[in-house]
């Protein structure tokens, strides 16, 4: 993983955007919010606690959108290391590449006016480009124009310690011959928002930051978002911290100021990030046709899947409608979840970067919200079974004759030990139901905060179970 400009999604390197810092207003500190249920709640604090724990990440801060509004917000570990200093939700994370949606929405905003169209050619706005008169903006914003990433590095290269500017990234990259013909495959590449970013403020005649502090989080009330390309976050936020193989954790270098412009400058608060967030799954930002351009997947010419629309990734979960965006720079690694037919969202801010913890805690907690929360009768008996398992019983009345038979002195210690030290599940979801035998065979997976487990079960029209097995899962 890319440990300064990259993360990934979905089996794919999503390259981030840098970020550190000019401010949007230092008014007003993120919102401590406890509307969950307690029971909720303990188990979010658990994984939270615990991925940091296993990855040694130093802190994460976390907001929770359900039923339409953010209902929790919670800081988990260290925000500095020397001197210590807890981590707060009132201070700012960068957000990386979770930037580019912001783009996406300022060009959107900008079509609505009638001052460009997403098929516009992008040399009509930037001029010199390769192919310009054919690559489209939506293609640039769905990384399917073809242009030369300037970033597919693993770490921080010397020439970025020093300050760039956007036409010059543009000359470099933007210049040179297309990687693929537009629109016939999926790269990722933060030129694209570099050249997206000059789009927005050639139309717009505004810094591109300025732009959406007056069109979007001025009007959300994102209070606390910071343009971290310009400098390095406050004493008063998280610090950024990176290590070396297995070393320990150090203070992670400050890129030169412009290399992540429209790319990924934004740095704020798990709260402000949420309310964002909280926008997609209303609708109240853009109008429906521009909320449909940017969760809408951009198939490439052959039809093939990108499983990308517009600065968001646009993903099937677990049965669900999902939006998702990683963001990676020095120091910090950030994923934002919306399922927005849940009407939910997870935002999850870290301070150390080449880390999976952000991406762990989104995928661990997005069960706990969906409208499939609530586990199902066939799911809690699963789950109470493997519970009294746990503890080397079982309820006999519950099983038809092979089953009882199946589960000896024997099978229930090896149950016991090899189950016990993992602890409280999770979550469990039913994968897979069917008939087959007169009965009805269930898959469910359980997960734990280090290991993934599937069960199965055969269901007898009686309610009797024929089957109980635990194996490991993915």
């Known amino acids: ?184 495959q999926w790269q990722y590449s933060n030129t694209n928002y570099v050249i997206a970013g000059q789009i927005v403020e050639k139309v717009s005649g505004e810094r591109l930051f300025d732009f959406l502090a007056e069109r979007i989080f001025r009007p959300l009330g994102m209070r606390s978002v910071w343009n971290s390309d310009e400098a390095r976050l406050t004493s008063a936020d998280a610090t950024a911290y990176y290590r070396h193989a297995l070393g320990p954790l150090r203070v992670a270098p400050k890129e030169g100021r412009g290399w992540m412009f429209a790319a990924g400058e934004l740095a704020m608060t798990a709260y402000d990030l949420a309310l964002w967030d909280q926008s997609l799954i209303a609708q109240s930002t853009l109008k429906p046709e521009s909320y449909r351009e940017m969760e809408t997947e951009v198939k490439l010419k052959d039809g093939k899947s990108t499983n990308y629309g517009l600065g968001i990734e646009v993903l099937a979960w677990h049965g669900h409608r999902a939006l998702e965006h990683s963001g990676e720079v020095s120091g910090f690694v950030a994923d934002s979840m919306v399922l927005p037919d849940d009407k939910a969202a997870v935002v999850v801010l870290t301070n150390q970067d080449a880390s999976g913890a952000a991406s762990q805690i989104a995928q661990l907690v997005a069960p706990l919200l969906t409208a499939s929360g609530t586990a199902s009768p066939a ?96």
């Not at 210690?413 to 599940?425: K, M, N, Q, V, W």
């Not at 069917?434 to 079960?457: D, E, H, N, P, W």
Request: a neutral charge; glycine letters at 8%.
């Open 379 to 474: 799911e809690q008996q699963a789950l109470a079974l493997f519970r009294g398992l746990q503890q080397g019983k079982i309820d006999r009345s519950l099983l038809a004759p092979n089953l009882s038979d199946y589960f000896t002195a024997e099978a229930l210690e090896d149950f016991r030990a090899s189950l016990a030290p993992l602890g409280e599940p999770l979550s469990i979801q039913t994968r897979r139901e069917q008939l087959r035998g007169g009965m009805t065979f269930r898959s469910f997976g359980l997960v734990f905060t280090r290991k993934r487990l599937t069960v199965t079960t055969y269901t007898y029209p009686d309610g009797k179970l024929e089957q109980y097995l635990v194996e490991p899962g993915s």
């Open 1 to 184: 993983m890319n440990r300064l400009n990259k993360c990934y999604r979905s089996g794919r390197a999503v390259l981030v955007g840098v970020a550190m810092v000019v401010a949007f207003s230092l008014a007003g500190t993120a919102q401590t919010v406890e509307q969950l249920d307690p029971h909720t709640r303990d188990r979010i604090d658990t994984i939270c606690r615990e991925v940091l724990e296993l990855t040694g990440v130093p802190s994460a801060s976390v907001a929770i959108v359900a039923n339409g509004k953010v209902a929790y917000t919670h800081a988990y570990g260290s925000a500095r290391l020397e001197p210590p200093v807890a981590a707060t939700p009132a201070m700012r994370y960068s957000i990386g590449s979770i930037s580019k949606q912001f783009t996406a929405a300022a060009l959107l905003l900008l079509e609505e006016e009638g001052k460009l169209k997403l098929d516009d050619p992008v040399g009509r706005y930037v001029p010199g480009l390769t192919r310009g008169g054919d690559v489209t903006i939506r293609q640039v914003l769905s990384h399917t124009s073809g242009y030369q990433d300037f970033w597919p590095e693993d770490y921080v290269m010397t020439p970025m310690l020093q300050a760039v500017s956007a036409q010059q990234i543009v000359d470099q990259w933007g210049k040179k011959p297309l990687d693929f013909e537009p629109g016939t």
